[in-house]
């Protein structure tokens, strides 16, 4: 069985920083394309910044030179440094697994919320 869990959330104050991790079990990981996504109130859930298997990286315009999305593969796990945050990176991070192949098996977190005061 998969589970996915995110850690890290909390209040923080502008300019400050955070660091989230996302624990994977299972024999999932390595084979997957992982990715945060965020939910601010009110608003759709919307990609930040996904990894593939192999590394390869992409970001959300928003929060491009800021946040910088990591994977270690021996741990099962994927980190997200968020630097220079700013209130409108307040939100509800959802980590996201979805599995390489065909068909592909999408897995969620339960979320981590991240409060940032101006």
């Known amino acids: 069985q998969v589970q996915v869990v995110e850690s890290g959330g909390g209040l923080v104050q502008a300019g400050g920083s955070l660091r989230l991790s996302c624990a994977v079990s299972?024999?999932?990981?390595?084979?997957?394309?992982v990715g945060w996504y965020r939910q601010a109130p009110g608003k759709q859930r919307g990609l930040v910044a996904h990894?593939?298997?192999?590394?390869?990286?992409h970001y959300e315009d928003s929060v491009k030179g800021r946040f910088t999305i990591s994977r270690d593969n021996a741990k099962n796990t994927m980190y997200l440094q968020m630097n220079n945050l700013n209130p409108e990176d307040t939100g509800v991070y959802y980590c996201?697994?979805?599995?390489?192949?065909?068909?592909?098996?999408?897995?969620w977190g339960q979320g981590t919320q991240v409060t940032v005061s101006s």
């Open positions: 996201n697994v979805a599995t390489l192949g065909w068909p592909s098996r999408n897995y």
């Open positions: 299972g024999n999932i990981f390595r084979i997957s394309v």
């Open positions: 990894i593939t298997n192999d590394g390869s990286t």
